[in-house]
Structures are given as C-alpha cells and as structure tokens.
C-alpha cells in the first residue's frame, strides 16, 4: 500500500513538471497501479460475494431446516390433534354409553322400588288372609271342639252298642274307622278301615284284609255317589261279618 502511494506521488511530481520528452514511465505506473487495485477491488467483491453466498447458502440450508423442522411439528400437532378428537370422540361415545346405562339403572330402580311396595303390599295382604285364616281355623277348632265335647256322649253309646268307633287321622282328611263285636266266636276280633274325605271322591287308603279290594272299590263308589255315610258304613260292618262267618265255616 506504502509503495502504491509513493507511485502516485511520483506520478502526480511527473505531470506537474514540465518536460519536454514524452515519458510514459508515469502513466504505465498510474495503469499498473489502477489494475492493482481493480484485481484487488474483484478479488475483495469475489471474495466478499463468496462469503455474502456461503453465508446465504448457510442461511438458506438453516432455513430449510426450520421449515422441516415445522413441517415435522406440524404433522405432529396434526397427528396429536387427530388423536386428540379420537380420545374427545371416544368420551363421548363413552360419556353417551354412561348416561344410558344411569338412565336405565335409574329406571330399573324405579321399576324396583314399584315392585317392592307391590310386594309389601301383597305381602300386607297375605299376612292379613293369613290372619283372617288363622282367626277362621281357630274358630272352627273351636267349634268343632264343641262338636266333640256334644258328640262324645253319642259316639260313646255308639261304640258300646255297635262296637264302630271313629279316629282322625295325623294325615288331614283322613278317618279311621274300627270296628269290634264283629262275632260271637270272636269277640277280641276288630277290623278298621282309612276313609280320605279331603276330596269330593272319597278314597280308602287302608282296609282290613276281611275286606276285598273289589267290595271296597264298589261300596266307596257307591258312597261318592249317594254321600251316604252311615249306609257305607253298614254295608262295610256286614262285610266284615260276612268275612268271619265264611272263616269260621
């Protein structure tokens, strides 16, 4: 740079000195000097240009990056946004699932607080017809222990005169009937017969083996029939005679 001045001067000496010989000694040097410092001038622009576009180049691959880089967060937002709406979808879904199954406990609570006051109020009348039954039952106890008391003096003298007597059951609706003084030559000899009065077609659960299943099949359908029970009851104490006299012939 020192000598580049120092040429410039000499230049600036040679053309202020009057010669009277053409010199181009200063001239060339001024050319040198200007081509200097225009290679110079390319060579800073050049470079400066180089470093202006690497820097752009560097800028621009930065930039590229950035905008991958929100290319990548947009995709990701959109995938969580996605998924976002699927899991708000899904508690909906869930949430509407919910409040039917609320609806319909609700209702099936509803239903079951109906039913259980119609149960208590069934149970309310079954207790007060059990109630009522049991009053009835024990009024007919009642009575008919008062029957008995008045018909153990007669069902007494029946038995002393006929030799018949009459037992309930343990089974309801069922009554035996024993008969004795049956024969002279057997006079320790009774017979009984069962007779279930629970139905409207009498039945003989038991009978004495005097008695054949074909004579108490046809004095019990005769009794069904006519309701007779003091003829069914004859007609089995002649049966029975009958039987003893024929085992004594």
């Known amino acids: 740079m020192q000598a580049e001045e120092a040429a410039d001067s000499a230049l600036d000496a040679s053309v202020s000195a009057p010669s009277n010989v053409l010199d181009f000694s200063k001239l060339e040097a001024s050319i040198q000097s200007?081509?200097?410092?225009?290679?110079?001038?390319?060579?800073?622009?050049v470079a400066a240009c180089d470093e202006a576009r690497l820097s752009?180049?560097?800028?621009?691959?930065?930039l590229q990056e950035h905008i991958k880089a929100l290319e990548r967060e947009r995709e990701n937002t959109k995938h969580e946004q996605k998924e976002l709406w699927e899991q708000v979808a899904s508690e909906r879904?869930?949430?509407?699932?919910?409040?039917?199954?609320?609806?319909n406990l609700a209702a099936q609570r509803e239903a079951l607080v109906q039913r259980t006051a119609s149960i208590r109020n069934e149970v309310s009348e079954i207790r007060a017809q059990m109630e009522s039954r049991k009053e009835h039952k024990?009024?007919?106890?009642?009575?008919?222990?008062?029957q008995v008391r008045r018909n153990a003096p007669e069902l007494a003298q029946l038995?002393?005169?006929?030799?018949?007597?009459?037992?309930?059951?343990?089974?309801?609706?069922?009554?035996?009937?024993?008969?004795?003084?049956?024969?002279?030559?057997?006079?320790?000899?009774?017979?009984?017969?069962?007779?279930?009065?629970s139905k409207a077609q009498y039945k003989v659960p038991t009978y004495d083996s005097l008695l054949s299943a074909a004579t108490v099949k046809a004095l019990v359908q005769e009794l069904s029939?006519?309701?007779?029970l003091y003829a069914f009851l004859k007609n089995i104490?002649?049966?029975?005679?009958e039987s003893l006299l024929s085992a004594d012939a």
Do not use: M, W
């Open 159 to 197: 038995e002393y005169l006929t030799g018949c007597s009459l037992t309930p059951s343990v089974k309801n609706g069922v009554v035996t009937f024993s008969f004795s003084l049956l024969s002279s030559t057997h006079p320790t000899r009774t017979a009984s017969i069962s007779l279930d009065v």
């Open 93 to 103: 879904d869930a949430d509407g699932k919910l409040r039917t199954s609320v609806q």
């Open 237 to 241: 104490r002649q049966a029975l005679v």
């Open 225 to 228: 029939k006519s309701g007779d």
């Open 56 to 62: 752009a180049d560097a800028h621009r691959a930065d």
């Open 34 to 45: 200007f081509t200097r410092r225009f290679d110079q001038y390319v060579q800073t622009t």
């Open 138 to 146: 024990q009024i007919q106890v009642q009575r008919l222990r008062e």
